[in-house]
């Protein structure tokens, strides 16, 4: 699925099944009345991600995008292009996603190694290694492949 990373939101929504749902969450007697829930399933790769946390349908679908973004950056891999990171970026920054995809190729094509891929994204250990712990679900995956390989574990 080469570039699905750059598409807009819109181009990424064409990839997907879009489902709305009554769900749980608040609204008390609105819940009942209105499919505010939203999944969306990702045609190319099957993940899936659900929002019901708002009244809004819209903003549903504006976080379970988010979410089916992260979800995809998280488990499939690109191949390292080089490519600088700002690893400084808000978590709610639009381009957070591509960049924790950006950083998980540079470890992938350094082999999972924090300092390799440090030196590939032209920044430190400590940068590379404070961005990773910031975010629980990154961390874990970046936990998981090093464990696979037999890796020293991350503090």
Request: net charge positive; proline share 4%.
């Amino acid at each position: 699925m080469p570039g699905w990373r750059e598409f807009s939101d819109e181009q990424l929504l064409s990839e997907c099944r879009v489902e709305t749902f009554r769900g749980p969450g608040p609204g008390g007697q609105k819940r009942n009345k209105t499919s505010s829930g939203v999944r969306l399933t990702h045609e190319p790769s099957g993940m899936s991600a659900i929002a019901t946390e708002s009244h809004s349908q819209q903003t549903n679908r504006t976080n379970a995008l988010r979410r089916l973004r992260l979800r995809l950056v998280l488990q499939i891999r690109q191949p390292w292009n080089n490519q600088q990171v700002n690893l400084q970026i808000s978590r709610r920054s639009a381009d957070y996603p591509k960049t924790i995809g950006l950083l998980l190729d540079a470890l992938a094509d350094s082999d999972w190694s924090v300092s390799a891929a440090a030196e590939k994204l032209g920044t430190t250990t400590g940068q590379v290694s404070r961005f990773l712990h910031a975010d629980e679900k990154v961390l874990t995956e970046v936990k998981s492949q090093r464990n696979r390989r037999g890796l020293k574990k991350l503090g």
